[in-house]
């Protein structure tokens, strides 16, 4: 059992930068690769990134890459999602998530995921 947690959203204007974290409670953290998805009103939760338990892979949505760098740090059990020249599109509730199975390639679909955080919220005013 994984018990996620995310904080570092906020009202940033267009252009700008936020960091995300998301704390991880247990002891098995370091074996799941992780996910970082949003969901604005009225729209699907989309997947944004994902990492691999160890961090040599990654994963990211074609709209946020070269903008958003998804990280990890196994010894604190946080995960990380640093979001530079941020857009108004960018606004929603982000969500950490990890996947149980961690196996084979990087998992970008929401149901392939075990367990979920409570979401952080981000607006980007134009």
């Known amino acids: 059992q994984v018990q996620l947690v995310e904080s570092g959203g906020g009202l940033v204007q267009a252009g700008g930068s936020l960091r995300l974290s998301c704390a991880a409670s247990?002891?098995?953290?370091?074996?799941?690769?992780m996910g970082w998805f949003r969901q604005a009103p009225g729209k699907e939760r989309e997947f944004v990134a994902a990492?691999?338990?160890?961090?040599?892979?990654?994963s990211y949505a074609d709209s946020v890459k070269g903008r958003f760098t998804i990280s990890r740090d196994n010894a604190k059990n946080t995960v990380f999602l640093q979001m530079n020249s941020l857009k108004p599109e960018d606004t929603a509730a982000y969500y950490c998530?990890?996947?149980?199975?961690?196996?084979?390639?990087?998992?970008?679909?929401?149901?392939?995921?075990?367990?979920w955080g409570q979401g952080t919220q981000v607006t980007v005013s134009s």
């Open positions: 998530a990890a996947d149980g199975l961690s196996i084979g390639p990087l998992v970008v679909a929401a149901s392939g995921y075990d367990y």
């Open positions: 247990g002891r098995t953290f370091s074996s799941y690769a």
């Open positions: 990492i691999s338990w160890s961090g040599g892979s990654t």
